[in-house]
């Protein structure tokens, strides 16, 4: 049995582990920060922050000359940062929109934010996954469990011990948040997931869009891979479009935190732009050419897939396009898909050893 198939078999049969590890699923992403966290034999706490995070001095502070309670204060070697914010809060700094992201001093700042925000002294496994691209290539998984083993020193004060790192394509995590969400819910899906199905996973991200196919419990590579053609440009097109008919456009970021807080307009020119329009525009074009590239690198297959699920924060925009793309399949998605990975991270976390 594979140690997917195990996950998959654990989930349905409401495997309980007594262990008591100290787990935490780790989604690091470039628009949001997803954790879910606890030991392994409770019930498992979340968080969703923004992904920004930059040097301490790039922060202002604010007019009433009262503290940001918003801030996590972390060092990254021993230059004080500021993370879990919005992007756009730092001034003279760019975050990385790139695929070397996991080598950067952001994403170190988000790691160890997510260290401290754990309230963990020491973790006994933490699960985190890459862009299936990255993933393929062993040494990027590498580079990451190097990076996140071992002691951390996160704040002047606190040093947390990382003891073990298991890096997995993201989707996958997505995957088996989805199943678990199943095997607790009344409300079916109507196919059963099991190790027979051939699911496809599509993970629309803030800078990449992934898939993979998992078939006979295994990530099947050649037809898995990744696109940039994500939610970042989804949102570029779609300030595009409010430009050619508002004679102006928002900054990304504005939009980016308009979806993340569930806004449905913002305002532009002193006026308040509907949002849902230009999204919808953008993501059909857009997600038409995610559609066929996905389609493309499923070829090699000789059968089609069984069920499609999506996950991930860009999920429910590029839902519509997809399910018309595969429109004899039937297309599903967890019911908070922005932190189906970092859950399904934890459950493989907290399953770990217990075959």
Do not use: C
């Amino acid at each position: 049995m594979s140690p997917l198939q195990f996950i998959r078999s654990s989930i349905h049969q409401g495997l309980i582990v007594a262990s008591g590890k100290k787990v935490i699923g780790l989604d690091i992403g470039y628009s949001n920060l997803k954790m879910v966290y606890g030991e392994s034999n409770k019930e498992m706490k979340s968080i969703v922050r923004p992904a920004g995070a930059a040097p301490a001095d790039r922060f202002g502070t604010r007019f009433d000359g009262k503290m940001q309670d918003d801030f996590l204060h972390v060092l990254v070697g021993e230059t004080p940062f500021i993370a879990g914010v919005s992007s756009d809060r730092a001034a003279m700094w760019e975050r990385p929109l790139h695929a070397d992201y996991p080598s950067t001093d952001t994403y170190k700042a988000l790691f160890n934010a997510s260290l401290l925000l754990s309230e963990m002294s020491s973790v006994d496994m933490l699960v985190t996954g890459l862009p299936v691209s990255q993933f393929k290539n062993g040494e990027h998984v590498a580079e990451i469990e190097k990076r996140f083993l071992g002691t951390h020193k996160i704040t002047q004060k606190r040093s947390v011990e990382v003891k073990a790192v298991k890096v997995i394509p993201q989707p996958v995590g997505g995957l088996l948040a989805f199943m678990n969400e199943q095997a607790h819910s009344k409300e079916k899906v109507g196919l059963q997931i099991d190790d027979e199905a051939r699911v496809l996973v599509i993970d629309p991200g803030f800078y990449s869009l992934d898939w993979v196919l998992v078939s006979n419990g295994e990530v099947q590579r050649q037809s898995s891979g990744t696109s940039v053609k994500a939610s970042s440009v989804l949102l570029e097109q779609a300030a595009k479009l409010i430009a050619e008919e508002h004679g102006a456009s928002p900054q990304i970021e504005t939009l980016e935190n308009a979806m993340r807080t569930g806004k449905t307009s913002v305002l532009l020119l002193g006026e308040k732009v509907e949002l849902q329009g230009y999204i919808q525009k953008a993501s059909e074009s857009l997600a038409s050419v995610t559609a066929d590239a996905i389609q493309k690198s499923l070829r090699t297959e000789n059968l089609s897939p069984d069920i499609v699920v999506m996950v991930g924060g860009g999920a429910p925009f590029f839902r519509d396009a997809i399910s018309k793309a595969f429109s004899r399949l039937k297309v599903v998605m967890p019911s908070t898909p922005v932190q189906a990975n970092a859950t399904g991270f934890w459950l493989m976390g907290a399953l770990a050893g217990a075959q």
